[in-house]
């Protein structure tokens, strides 16, 4: 009974290409994430949305762009691919934003491309 | 622009002995700290956190402690068991944007039976 889930777990992909990572949270957070581990093994944030309201974008490329239908939902749908977009993306969900709440992670969607 | 330092990309510690994972920080209006484990292939999960209030947090084998005029906290893990083997990321959030988690990159224990 996976809490945040998100497909595909594996991606590869031909440069220029633009392609959609889904998530989606079955605990009944309203906010939702999604990080970026890059090669170094960095942890970063690029999105949050609460209620379907983005929160944060952390300067990343035009070329990323998330989308909340519903407060259980944030896709992650990527034009153009680059070589350079090669990582792991992780969504994340939160119960509430404010102090101490805990971030639950997806297993993360390996993205290579090509 | 590293916020969170790890500088110990890697540890190993015999089983039953204590495994102690470091993190320094420089931003000062940090106030929220938390530790995520990370096994290959999987998500980051939760482990224990600490606010800026306390200096010292335990659950179970895990105990983190916050140094604040250091800008130190630590894990300490006793007794360490081979299921301890994984990454452990340090993150911390500020009172200014709890939305935003900031982590380290990561210190990989192995814990040798």
């Known amino acids: 009974d996976t809490a945040v889930s998100q497909t595909p777990k594996y991606l590869v992909t031909q440069m220029g290409n633009d392609k959609s990572i889904k998530c989606e949270q079955n605990?009944?957070?309203?906010?939702m994430y999604w990080y970026k581990q890059d090669s170094k093994k960095f942890l970063k944030i690029m999105f949050s949305?609460?209620?379907?309201?983005?929160?944060i974008n952390e300067t990343v490329p035009n070329r990323f762009s998330p989308k909340s239908p519903d407060k259980a939902h944030l896709n992650l749908h990527i034009n153009s691919l680059e070589l350079g977009d090669s990582a792991v993306y992780f969504c994340?969900?939160?119960?509430?934003?404010?102090?101490?709440?805990?971030?639950?992670f997806g297993e993360g969607s390996w993205l290579t491309v090509v | 622009d590293q916020q969170v330092k790890q500088n110990s990309p890697s540890l190993s510690v015999q089983e039953g002995r204590i495994s102690i994972l470091n993190c320094d920080y420089t931003?000062?209006?940090?106030?929220?700290f938390l530790w995520y484990k990370k096994y290959p292939a999987e998500g980051p999960t939760f482990l224990i956190s600490?606010?800026?209030?306390?200096d010292k947090n335990e659950d179970g084998r895990f105990t983190v402690f916050l140094n604040k005029s250091a800008k130190h906290l630590s894990l300490h893990i006793v007794p360490s068991q081979p299921g301890d083997s994984a990454v452990y990321f340090c993150?911390?959030?500020?009172?200014?944007?709890?939305?935003?988690?900031?982590f380290g990159p990561g210190t990989s224990l192995s814990v040798i039976p």
């Open positions: 994340a969900s939160s119960a509430r934003t404010g102090f101490g709440n805990t971030i639950y």
């Open positions: 605990l009944g957070h309203d906010t």
């Open positions: 949305y609460n209620n379907k309201e983005l929160i």
């Open positions: 931003n000062s209006m940090f106030d929220y």
């Open positions: 600490i606010s800026s209030i306390k």
């Open positions: 993150a911390a959030r500020s009172g200014t944007s709890y939305d935003k988690v900031i």
